[in-house]
């Protein structure tokens, strides 16, 4: 993908299976006008009901795609939301396309709970380890607008 375009991404299970599109579009045009956004959903969710017809070999109705998700996808960042944990809500933009398999993320401890506590601390900085989450189908699950989600490991 060129820095200059952005791929669009539209996808549900067809059959059991993943399926979706990619659709390329001029960043410029995204990230500018609402109009070029909205035609750009629309013609994803388009070609995506026209791949599943095809797959299916069913006419499949035009309004079960109209409320599908479109995503943008950046060629030099990803967006990351931390579902639960110490980390919960907090969104991070990472400088890659793909999203990485594990994230350390630092926990913040006051000043004074570590100038009070009776032990010393293992050490002067503390990480949670955050994975993707899995939704249905073991798929990697992504937020309403496109942010891959993660969770915290076990300790």
């Known amino acids: 993908m060129a820095p200059n375009t952005v791929n669009l991404r539209c996808q549900t299970i067809i059959d059991g299976q993943l399926g979706y599109v990619l659709l390329p579009v001029t960043r410029h045009l995204w990230e500018t006008s609402e109009d070029a956004r909205e035609d750009a959903r629309r013609r994803a969710r388009d070609e995506l009901r026209h791949r599943a017809v095809k797959q299916t070999g069913r006419d499949l109705p035009a309004a079960d795609f109209d409320t599908l998700p479109v995503w943008a996808e950046y060629p030099d960042r990803c967006e990351v939301e931390c579902v639960g944990g110490p980390a919960d809500g907090k969104r991070i933009t990472l400088a890659s396309a793909e999203p990485p398999p594990a994230i350390n ?35 990697l699950s992504r937020a309403a607008d496109g942010a891959w989600r993660y969770t915290p490991t076990a300790a």
């Open 105 to 139: 993320i630092p926990l913040e401890e006051s000043l004074l709970d570590l100038l009070t506590a009776h032990t010393p601390p293992e050490s002067a900085l503390n990480m949670v380890t955050y994975v993707p989450l899995r939704g249905a189908g073991g798929f």
